[in-house]
């Protein structure tokens, strides 16, 4: 799996938006871009994913770079909740149900 | 609530000991993964199945092993404990063909070795 980089944390008041970003500069044209977060005392949880377009949903949008190689995670308003871990991880398409790769991931604060 | 069981929550052993961990994955979900979290090592993945079948094996040691049942619900064996492997487990599913799709995560299992 092509690798990733992140800084190891970043911290953010609450209701303000926050921009995590993503090196993945040896990304295939088949790599999806995958973001799931890890809130203390839990299992990771899938954020958002995107290949090529700009994603968004309910808990975040996804932007990412023209060439590929790089991608932020945008909250667009930071809670208490949403201090944690967060992982970007690389997701090959071309064989089945292949398994997530974890790195360090940031570690995100929220300050009140 | 993912939809994926992890049994037991908590399990303390001692070494050399042999302990069985239990995935119930999502009602229909093919896919079952093991990740084992340590302090020092991060989420390291284990292990694939699919189906009841072997699909990828990552850095499981040889005292591991696990199985995929009939009814898709999956075990994490580990003997011959030692301290080392005192870690959070986490089981995941996904469901059939989707490699794009998201893996839902169990709570995990929490394991220490005395």
């Known amino acids: 799996d092509a690798k990733t980089t992140q800084p190891n944390s970043m911290e953010s008041n609450e209701e303000e938006p926050v921009h995590l970003p993503c090196n993945h500069s040896?990304?295939?044209?088949?790599?999806?871009i995958h973001w799931y977060r890890q809130l203390p005392s839990q299992g990771p949880e899938y954020v958002i994913h995107g290949l090529t377009s700009n994603v968004n949903n309910r808990m975040a949008s996804l932007a990412i770079a023209e060439d590929r190689k790089s991608s932020t995670l945008i909250l667009h308003r930071a809670t208490l909740r949403d201090a944690a871990v967060y992982y970007c991880?690389?997701?090959?398409?071309?064989?089945?149900?292949?398994?997530?790769?974890f790195g360090k991931g940031t570690r995100l604060s929220v300050i009140a | 609530d993912s939809g994926v069981t992890q049994t037991p929550k908590h399990l303390i052993t001692a070494t050399g000991q042999r302990v069985t961990l239990r995935c119930s994955p999502r009602?229909?979900?093919?896919?079952v993964y093991w990740y084992q979290q340590s302090l020092d090592q991060g989420l390291q993945f284990l292990i694939h199945y699919y189906n009841g079948e072997e699909r990828a094996k990552g850095n499981i040691l040889e005292r591991f092993s696990a199985q995929q049942f009939p009814d898709l619900h999956s075990e994490l064996n580990l003997s011959s404990l030692e301290l080392g492997d005192s870690a959070l487990y986490f089981c995941?599913?996904?469901?059939?063909?989707?490699?794009?799709?998201?893996?839902?995560f169990g709570e995990g299992s929490r394991l220490t070795v005395l």
């Open positions: 009602s229909g979900d093919l896919s």
């Open positions: 991880i690389l997701r090959a398409t071309y064989s089945g149900n292949t398994p997530l790769v």
């Open positions: 040896t990304i295939s044209g088949t790599d999806y």
């Open positions: 995941a599913s996904s469901p059939l063909g989707q490699n794009t799709g998201e893996l839902f």
